[in-house]
């Protein structure tokens, strides 16, 4: 129904920068909206946490590790976020998700809400 692709992840050594970007699509269908776009993350071990998310009308939200370092965008033209990542630290390496809460009406339906997840892109950040 509502599919999120990322990509941009990647091997990069310590002070490097990498832009992560997700693009949200819907099959023979459309996307009347979209009220939050974000970025979250999981390393081995430790629970998902969020990094950065915008709201519809709002200011950008980040965690207080990457305050500074990384910033999110998004184009809701192409209903597409970003996240531009820049003095990566070794503990920055995880799997990045993106997240997207937005409103889609598929064939023959009304508008729904949907809360999708993107596949997951590794982001490694080498000492």
């Known amino acids: 129904q509502v599919q999120l692709v990322e990509s941009g992840g990647g091997l990069v050594q310590s002070g490097g920068s990498l832009r992560l970007s997700c693009a949200a699509s819907?099959?023979?269908?459309?996307?009347?909206?979209?009220?939050?776009m974000g970025w979250y993350r999981q390393a081995p071990g430790k629970q998902r946490e969020l990094v950065a998310v915008?709201?519809?009308?709002?200011?950008?939200v980040y965690a207080d590790s990457v305050k500074g370092r990384f910033a999110i965008s998004s184009d809701n033209a192409r209903n597409t976020v970003y996240l531009q990542m820049n003095s990566l630290k070794p503990e920055d390496t995880a799997v990045y998700y993106c997240?997207?809460?937005?409103?889609?009406?598929?064939?023959?339906?009304?508008?729904?809400?949907?809360?999708?997840w993107g596949q997951g892109t590794q982001v490694t950040v080498s000492s």
């Open positions: 819907v099959a023979s269908g459309r996307i009347i909206s979209n009220n939050a």
């Open positions: 915008i709201y519809s009308g709002g200011s950008p």
């Open positions: 997240n997207q809460k937005l409103r889609a009406i598929l064939p023959g339906d009304r508008v729904n809400p949907y809360d999708s």
